[in-house]
């Protein structure tokens, strides 16, 4: 492919389809336009041999991952800026909002009725045992033991949120 002409070829024919499958991923004019010119920039500086029967291939691929390496880099963008502004808030320390979070949490386990449902959620999620060994220390079924939890964690869910 070291002729311009076939370049010039290859790019007045697959130009629209290049563009629009570009447009199609990025969702933007402007750098679906930027996508396909560096790939016939890099066409023209590489020079790869491409035949008649496999340009259309090659180029669409080339186009579908030069699109996924701007989508990727947009995400890497949007997650520095995000935690950037995370950083920026400083009215509160994450550790200061994690003991206020922490508290309320224990003060809503101690709030919770009936006390069976306070000592399945604590030998649950404190002491890391199974239903099945709640069940038997406390002489009923495993399906209990689910419902008490389950309606513990709602008790919980309805506390913290009205705080």
Known sequence: MTDQSKLEKLFKQHYRQMYRLATMLLHDDAESKDVVHDIFAHLLRNSPDLREDT????????????????????????R???????????????????????????????QLEPPVCRDIITQHFRDGIT?????????????????????????????????
């Open 55 to 78: 340009a259309e291939p090659y180029l669409l691929t080339s186009v579908r991952n030069r699109c996924l390496n701007v989508i990727r880099s947009r995400q890497i963008q949007e």
């Open 80 to 110: 520095v800026e995000h935690l950037y502004l995370l950083d920026l808030d400083t009215n509160i320390t994450p550790t200061e909002r994690l003991e206020e979070e922490l508290e309320a949490l224990y003060k809503g386990i101690d």
């Open 131 to 163: 239903f099945k060994e709640i069940a038997n220390r406390l002489g009923v079924s495993e399906t209990t033991v689910y419902k008490h939890l389950r309606r513990a964690l709602n008790q919980l869910r309805t506390q913290l949120k009205k705080q």
